[in-house]
């Protein structure tokens, strides 16, 4: 089964609206998620770090006042993309890693309109 | 600065014929891991292996083999007689081990398309 469960998989929301995604990881604890954007036929490219207890660290270009990351426990992260716009389409995706492996979410395809 | 190049960005084969998908990484690191990923066209990211800096052994498991090497560094991975169900994105990807900085670097993927 699952070990990271990403929801909504799919979502479409109007322009200037805001939308959160979460992820949980259900099998073990993760003081550390992933949060990575992947536009069409493109790779995956890393966003940001969501860390438990601490405010989360956004690679550069990414704004962090747009997508908003709180990681609430230590087992789920949200990503809340504010104030959407069509370019902000694309399909994210989380990641929880364990000692062994990085465990991913199934993804969320984002589609503003 | 980590790197992943994934030169193929898309392979057409016809069923039953052996491919393999190339792979090539930078990193400063001298522990690290590799990855492979499978794609589907549901997007959901599906782990076919990994591997750390100190195992060259090369792996097979069914059809897949992994043929890693350090001195060139590479991590190839090869399909031995394809299926259609083999058709989807592979990505090749890499992350730190000492640090503790377990994001990975991926690769730009090859898209394989398996022909009946």
């Known amino acids: 089964g699952a070990v990271v469960s990403q929801h909504p998989s799919r979502v479409i929301c109007k322009s200037g609206t805001s939308v959160k995604i979460e992820c949980r990881s259900l099998?073990?604890?993760?003081?550390?998620m992933f949060w990575y954007r992947q536009f069409p036929k493109q790779s995956l490219m890393l966003m940001a770090t969501?860390?438990?207890?601490?405010?989360?660290?956004?690679e550069q270009g990414v704004e962090k006042d747009k997508f908003l990351i709180n990681h609430a426990s230590l087992t789920l992260s949200t990503l809340t993309v504010t104030s959407a716009h069509p370019e902000d389409s694309s399909f994210y995706i989380c990641?929880?890693?364990?000692?062994?492996?990085?465990?991913f979410g199934q993804g969320t395809r984002l589609t503003v309109v | 600065a980590q790197k992943v190049t994934q030169a193929q960005t898309e392979i057409s084969v016809v069923e039953k014929e052996d491919v393999t998908l190339d792979c090539v990484y930078e990193?400063?690191?001298?522990?690290?891991?590799l990855f492979w990923y499978k794609q589907p066209p549901s997007g959901e990211l599906v782990f076919l292996i990994r591997?750390?800096?100190?195992?060259?052994q090369n792996e097979i498991s069914g059809r897949y083999s992994w043929n890693f090497q350090k001195s060139t560094s590479s991590f190839n991975f090869t399909i031995t007689a394809s299926q259609v169900v083999d058709s989807a994105v592979y990505f090749c990807?890499?992350?730190?081990?000492?640090?503790?900085?377990?994001?990975?670097?991926f690769g730009s993927g090859t898209r394989l398309q398996v022909q009946p």
């Open positions: 990641s929880a890693p364990s000692n062994t492996e990085a465990f």
């Open positions: 099998d073990f604890q993760a003081t550390t």
């Open positions: 969501s860390n438990e207890g601490s405010k989360a660290t956004y």
């Open positions: 990193t400063r690191d001298t522990t690290y891991y």
């Open positions: 591997r750390n800096s100190f195992d060259e």
């Open positions: 990807a890499l992350s730190e081990a000492n640090t503790g900085r377990r994001a990975l670097t």
